[in-house]
């Protein structure tokens, strides 16, 4: 892989299409081998030097540059959202050659760290720890994979039990499994644009919050106001006695005391002096 690429006298678009041209046709091949779906592998590398170039200062400065865009694009490749994708629920149509076919059916049963971490050995030759490193793992973790992963192999494939046959037999699978990727410029097009779309779409989203939290305030109440409890029914009361027309004692007695006594008793009319 090439080293870094703002030492020389290249533009930063001429050192990302220099090393998008490198890695970008060896970097399917290792995405078809961990997916097994020629779209997928295609779009992992595309998303993943649209990453670079978004990050080119940053990338270009890097010990490996070819390094950093192969863990987003494995990372890319083997996330787990892609199962709810429509056109990822789809079978793929397999390799023509059975031996590749078979190849590929023993890779998608592993699961995808043990299958990243065999084609990072197997198939582009790094070391334990540098495999720990790139998939952010122990190196114990790491060997443990390799081993499991190249045990499994081993047992579904004999004639692949060998790391030097197991190289070959994936060099000879990815070499016949080439979807091609897009041109460089276009990638480059293509991550500005969707860039512009975040930041749009980030705007719309702040200013939107924004509003919301204005008519929040605005209207929201700015002192707490105490629940009115809800009423409830009363048991055990009298119920309440309506009057009814007055008996004959009782007019009687009304008759009497409006005649009797017009001006009130005589013990509490004052006296004249």
Not at 191 to 199: A, I, K, L, M, Y
Not at 241 to 253: D, I, M, N, T
Request: glycine share 6%; hydrophobic share 40%.
């Amino acid at each position: 892989m090439p080293g870094q690429l703002t030492r020389g006298q290249l533009t930063p678009a001429q050192a990302f299409d220099t090393l998008y041209g490198f890695c970008a046709p060896v970097l399917v091949r290792q995405a078809y081998l961990l997916t097994g779906r020629r779209g997928l592998a295609r779009e992992s590398v595309e998303r993943a030097f649209e990453l670079a170039w978004r990050r080119w200062p940053e990338v270009a400065r890097d010990r490996d540059p070819g390094g950093w865009v192969r863990a987003a694009a494995h990372d890319h490749a083997l996330s787990p959202w892609h199962r709810f994708r429509r056109r990822h629920r789809q079978p793929e149509p397999p390799p023509g050659d059975p031996a590749g076919r078979a190849l590929l059916d023993v890779l998608l049963q592993l699961p995808p760290p043990y299958r990243r971490t065999l084609l990072l050995a197997d198939g582009v030759g790094l070391t334990v720890r540098q495999i720990a490193q790139e998939t952010e793992a122990t190196t114990s973790a790491a060997a443990r994979r390799l081993r499991h992963a190249r045990e499994a192999v081993s047992d579904l494939l004999p004639g692949a039990s060998a790391p030097p046959d197991l190289r070959r037999r994936l060099s000879e699978l990815a070499a016949t499994e080439i979807p091609a990727a897009a041109p460089p410029p276009t990638v480059r097009t293509t991550g500005e644009r969707r860039d512009r779309q975040w930041v749009r779409t980030a705007a719309v989203l702040v200013t939107t919050l924004t509003g919301t939290t204005a008519l929040a305030l605005q209207y929201a109440p700015d002192h707490y106001a105490r629940p009115v409890p809800q009423g409830a029914a009363i048991h055990g009361l009298p119920p309440h006695a309506v009057q009814g027309p007055l008996s004959e004692r009782s007019r009687a007695l009304h008759r009497a005391l409006r005649s009797e006594f017009p001006g009130g008793p005589h013990r509490l009319v004052p006296s004249a002096r």
